[in-house]
């Protein structure tokens, strides 16, 4: 029997009407869906694509536990990779939803990585957080020779700062419990008029401010865009 394929497909930062021409005809004629969920919690990804999903679709969940600790992660991975595995191996294309860009920070790689060797895998590109947020905020990332960079949060205060140091623009993300340090850091750096914040971005329950305005803690989907040269042409909305 032949093999289905493993298609992961990108949903964008939130807002539905952002789901590519491609995601949208592929989830419509899906048979069997894959996608992600914190348990006892309905998944982001699949309210994002809920619209198009047929009915009468295989629904497989993979219920990702939010711990510090990667061991609990990895074997919902595991589990998730297997359940997927079957269907395959019956011929069922098998279509995974992620939240944003598959490939940046995005869900679907782990189980790329579980089962690429295995079965043929096409992926479809999604908007990035990054890319959303600054549209959101009128912020260009990178002009002419910039060096833009993506900085994680929890990154210890000497790699944050060496990193924006090298940088001339920064998207500063997973900030979470982690923006007061980040804060602090930022206004010993004088760039705290530099840094702005927003969460939730082009969500109904959107929030964008300065950074010296945001609150602590923050919610997960959240960052810190920063620029240290041109003006950013920052637009405040709440």
């Given amino acids: 029997m032949t093999k289905g394929k493993l298609i992961g497909v990108g949903l964008g930062p939130g807002d ?27 998944s982001f990804a699949r309210q994002i694509a809920a619209r198009h999903i047929p009915a009468g679709a295989h629904e497989i969940v993979i219920e990702i536990p939010m711990t510090k600790e990667r061991g609990p992660a990895q074997a919902a991975y595991d589990l998730g990779a297997k359940r997927i595995a079957e269907a395959l191996d019956l011929g069922e294309d098998v279509l995974v939803l992620c939240e944003g860009d598959p490939f940046f920070y995005g869900s679907f790689m782990y189980l790329h990585a579980r089962l690429a ?50 940088s001339d623009t920064c998207a500063i993300l997973k900030v979470g419990r982690h923006l007061g340090r980040i804060r602090a850091l930022l206004s010993n750096l004088g760039l705290l008029d530099r840094a702005h914040y927003i969460e939730r971005a082009t969500l109904d329950q959107e929030v964008s401010m300065t950074l010296a305005d945001a609150p602590d ?17 920052l637009k405040t909305q709440s």
Avoid: C, Q
């Fill in 16 to 42: 539905p009407d952002l789901l590519t021409v491609r995601a949208v005809r592929l989830i419509s004629a899906a048979n069997v869906i894959a996608y992600p969920a914190l348990p006892d919690t309905e």
């Fill in 217 to 233: 803690p923050a919610p997960y989907f959240s960052m810190i865009l920063v620029s240290k040269g041109r003006d950013p042409w």
């Fill in 117 to 166: 060797e295995h079965y043929v895998v096409d992926v479809v590109p999604g908007i990035t957080s990054v890319n959303a947020a600054a549209t959101r905020i009128h912020f260009p990332l990178a002009a002419r020779n910039e060096v833009f960079t993506v900085i994680p949060a929890p990154l210890d205060d000497n790699s944050v700062r060496s990193r924006i140091e090298a």
